[in-house]
C-alpha cells in the first residue's frame, strides 16, 4: 500500500483488515477491556499494515496501569484483577487487562505498545524467565502478583501458598481422609512450588505415605482440568 492511501486509511478499513467491528477497534485504542490478546494483536497489526494511527492517544488524563494474566477465563483471578481495579480507581488510574505469555521473542511488541500508551507501570500475574522479568523491570516499573523470583529484586505481592496448601489437608485429615490426592498447576509456577511443600509437609507431620501418581500438575487450574 503506498503512503497515500496510508494516509487515508480509517477506523473502518483496519475494522475490515483485521476481520472485526469498528467498535472492537475503537475498544482497542481506547483501551478497553476485557480484550481477548489475540483480538488486540489482529488490530494492531492490521493499524500497523495500513499505517492507521488514532487521533486522540487516551480519552482522559489518568495514569495508565497495565495488568496481566495467563488466562482471563480462569475465576481465580477475578477477585484479583477486581481488587486492582479498586486501588487504580481509587488512585485516579486507569486499570487496563491483557492476556499474554511473554517470551523474549513476543515481549518487545508488546512493550512498544505499553510505550505507545504511556503506561506507568505493569503488574503481572504471569510466570515471568529471568530474562524477560529483567528486560520488563528496565523499561518500566513491574510488580510481581501471585507468581515471584526469591532471588529478584523486583518488588512482589501474593499469598503463602505452603501455609494455604497445610490448611487444606489438615482439614481433610480431620475428616479421617488418609488417601489424599493433589492437583497443582504447572510446575514452573512458584505457587505450584510451595502449595507442594505443604501437601508434603503434613502428610509428613501424619505419616501418611501417598502414592505418587495422585500428585498431578495440570495445565492450568481450572474446574474442567481438574474434573477430567
Known sequence: MNNENKLKSNIRDVAKQAGVSPATVSRVFNHAEPMKEETRQKVLAAAKLLGYSPKEP?????????????????????????????????????????????????LPDYL????????????????????????INKKLPLVQ?????????VSCVG????????????HLVSLGRTKIAFLNGPSSYKYS??????????LREYNLHP???WCINLPDITIDYAYA
Open 159 to 170: 499469598i503463602d501458598n505452603v501455609h494455604a496448601a497445610e490448611k487444606a489437608v489438615k
Open 193 to 202: 512450588e510451595y502449595r507442594l511443600k505443604g501437601y508434603q509437609k503434613v
Open 145 to 153: 502478583c501471585c507468581e515471584f523470583d526469591t532471588n529478584s529484586q
Open 211 to 213: 502414592n505418587p501418581e
Open 58 to 106: 487516551v480519552a482522559d488524563n489518568r495514569s495508565i496501569l497495565v495488568m496481566n494474566v495467563p488466562f482471563i477465563g480462569n475465576p481465580f483471578y477475578s477477585d484479583i484483577i477486581k481488587g486492582a481495579k479498586s486501588a487504580a480507581t481509587h488512585n485516579n488510574c486507569t486499570l487496563i487487562i491483557t492476556e499474554e505469555t511473554f517470551t523474549l521473542e513476543t
Open 112 to 135: 512498544s505498545t505499553l510505550r505507545h500508551i504511556n503506561a506507568k507501570g505493569l503488574i503481572v500475574l504471569n510466570y515471568l524467565t529471568p530474562e524477560t522479568r529483567d528486560l
